[in-house]
């Protein structure tokens, strides 16, 4: 926060409590066009064949730029303090993100 009249205060966020409670996801596809980048969040489970769509995300591809920068930068402040993020042994891990062009 600053005192300088000038300087407009920033953005405050608020959640309704039904989004704050978030969703687990372990799966995305990421689709696009020219002017949108489309993220499917899903939850895949053993034994199912379906994967259902938990949440859907869609921005332009200037803020998926961003919100890449802004992946790289926490995930390293997380392995800064919590260590190396790891593939599981074996190289089997379920699909967990598949793309494609919308057009």
């Keep these: ?28 596809s990421i689709a696009h066009n020219y002017t949108e980048v489309l993220f499917d969040f899903g939850r895949t489970l053993p034994g199912r064949t379906d994967i259902p769509v938990v949440s859907r995300l869609i921005m332009t591809p200037f803020h998926a730029k961003q919100l890449i920068k802004a992946l790289n930068h926490n995930l390293k402040l997380y392995e800064d303090k919590f260590g190396s993020i790891t593939e599981p042994p074996g190289g089997q891990t379920p699909p967990t993100i598949t793309s494609g062009n919308t057009n």
Excluded: H, S
């Design 1 to 28: 926060m600053t005192d300088d009249p000038k300087q407009p205060a920033p953005p405050r966020l608020t959640i309704e409590p039904a989004v704050a409670m978030g969703q687990y996801t372990n799966f995305v």
